[in-house]
């Protein structure tokens, strides 16, 4: 599929093609795309009615845990249509307005991710570290606080960002390179100055991802000491385990963050590679949270085997 390479002042439509160099398997790497989301959406459901549902769970982590289910679910919706379109039925066009919306419910949606992870760590931190404290420090109003915080966080962060690319009048293309409208796959079709479009977008990356995970990493650093100056070894293998389905969230949504992030600006990855690994970076954690949450947290556990054994008895 060719497009002519012109200026274009305003325009009201983007294309977006889907994954370089692979269009003639794009129809077939749908597939397992469409597993992931539905996993990813069936998984954060019921871990949704679960936790709503079992006044057991009614607790700091398991709330932080709902909320990110919640943002997971937002992620998928935001992403999976469009991109799958693309896959299956070649519906490459995009009204312009209608891909900065997209770009700021994904951007929005990842800043929430991160800053609901750094909540969970000090979750953690604060029931290991200063257990007779918990329930005073994490009251039902500081949760709202914090949750509303990380929301407006992001929000008002991550919103500057269309604005900014809104003010672009002239683009050399309008095909964007890329199987969602991420910000740096448009900033890279502007015909003039973006230099404070980079420049904002970098910023935004370390204001919120940057600096959750220095504060993720504080966490589990004092976490760590105060579990191996434990004199019982079942009290420190209790305190680990409490934390292992945290860390493996953790490293997963960071570690591929930070590669698609470099990659995009300063790497010199094939295209293709770059956005398997990025649509992969956005998708991949929202599947894997319910599961990893499901068989590390005893609770969830014990409720998942419920439903499905009472609903076996009952048919």
């Known amino acids: 599929m060719g497009y002519d390479n012109l200026s274009y002042l305003n325009p009201r439509?983007?294309?977006?093609?889907?994954?370089?160099?692979?269009?003639?398997?794009?129809?077939?790497?749908?597939?397992?795309?469409?597993?992931?989301?539905?996993?990813?959406?069936?998984?954060?459901?019921?871990?949704?009615?679960?936790?709503?549902?079992?006044?057991?769970?009614?607790?700091?982590?398991?709330i932080f845990l709902a909320v990110l289910a919640a943002t997971d679910l937002g992620?998928?919706?935001?992403?999976?249509?469009?991109?799958?379109?693309?896959?299956?039925?070649?519906?490459?066009?995009?009204?312009?307005d209608a891909c900065l919306t997209q770009l700021f419910f994904i951007h929005t949606l990842q800043g929430m991710e991160s800053g609901i992870l750094l909540a969970m760590a000090f979750d953690r931190y604060v029931a290991i570290c200063h257990p007779l404290r918990h329930t005073s420090i994490l009251t039902p109003?500081?949760?709202?606080?914090?949750?509303?915080?990380?929301?407006?966080?992001?929000?008002v962060l991550v919103g500057i960002l269309p604005i900014l690319l809104k003010q672009l009048k002239w683009f050399h293309s309008v095909v964007i390179v890329h199987s969602y409208c991420e910000h740096m796959a448009v900033v890279k079709l502007a015909a003039e100055d973006v230099h404070v479009n980079k420049s904002y977008g970098l910023f935004v990356a370390f204001a919120?991802?940057?600096?959750?995970?220095?504060?993720?990493f504080i966490s589990y650093i004092l976490i760590f000491r105060a579990v191996f100056h434990l004199p019982q070894k079942e009290a420190r293998n209790k305190a680990f385990n409490t934390c292992t389905a945290h860390i493996v969230i953790f490293l997963e949504f960071y570690i591929l963050a930070f590669f698609s992030f470099f990659s995009h600006r300063f790497g010199h990855v094939s295209p293709y590679v770059h956005i398997l690994?990025?649509?992969?970076?956005?998708?991949?954690?929202?599947?894997?949270?319910?599961?990893?949450?499901?068989?590390?947290?005893?609770e969830i556990r014990r409720r998942v085997v419920q439903f499905f054994f009472l609903n076996s008895n009952t048919q």
């Open 13 to 62: 439509t983007v294309i977006l093609i889907g994954i370089p160099g692979l269009e003639h398997v794009q129809f077939w790497i749908g597939f397992p795309f469409f597993i992931v989301c539905l996993v990813a959406l069936l998984g954060n459901l019921f871990l949704l009615v679960i936790i709503s549902t079992e006044r057991s769970l009614h607790q700091p982590m398991y």
């Open 75 to 96: 992620l998928c919706l935001a992403i999976a249509p469009k991109m799958l379109a693309i896959f299956w039925f070649s519906s490459c066009s995009m009204a312009f």
């Open 141 to 155: 109003l500081f949760l709202l606080q914090v949750v509303l915080m990380v929301a407006v966080r992001a929000t």
């Open 208 to 216: 919120i991802l940057g600096f959750d995970m220095i504060f993720v």
């Open 277 to 298: 690994l990025s649509t992969i970076y956005l998708l991949l954690p929202p599947a894997l949270n319910p599961i990893v949450y499901g068989v590390k947290t005893k």
